[in-house]
Nanobody, 121 residues
Framework: QVQLVESGGGLVQPGGSLRLSCTAS????????VGWYRQAPGNQRELIAT???????DYVDSVKGRFTISRDNAKNTVYLQMNSLKLEDTAVYCC???????????????WGQGTQVTVSS
């Protein structure tokens, strides 16, 4: 059974930083892609960053230059380093995992429960 557990959320002031972690179990992690999604109240869920099994990354424009996704296959973990946080980054952040092709063109099958990120002064 595939399980994803996120951690690292919290309350941070504008301009601050947080690092989210997504740790997977029950899967061959190093051949899977991982995506970070977020959903703010009243908004649709948004894919903000992805990393393929080969380590290629992609970002939505709103986080480019501020967020960095990376992976440590030895730890079955993907990270999302978030810098220069803005009020509008406030959301529940979830990671999701699946094959590269599914992550690129469809909805991943495996999801974590999410972690709250609140940016507030």
């Amino acid at each position: 059974q595939v399980q994803l557990v996120e951690s690292g959320g919290g309350l941070v002031q504008p301009g601050g930083s947080l690092r989210l972690s997504c740790t997977a179990s029950g899967t061959i992690f190093n051949i899977k892609a991982v995506g970070w999604y977020r959903q703010a109240p009243g908004n649709q869920r948004e894919l903000i960053a992805t990393i393929t099994s080969g380590g290629m990354t992609d970002y939505v424009d709103s986080v480019k230059g501020r967020f960095t996704i990376s992976r440590d296959n030895a730890k079955n973990t993907v990270y999302l380093q978030m810098n220069s946080l803005k009020l509008e980054d406030t959301a529940v952040y979830c990671c999701a995992l699946d094959r590269d092709d599914i992550m690129k063109t469809g909805i991943p099958r495996y999801w974590g429960q999410g972690t709250q990120v609140t940016v507030s002064s």
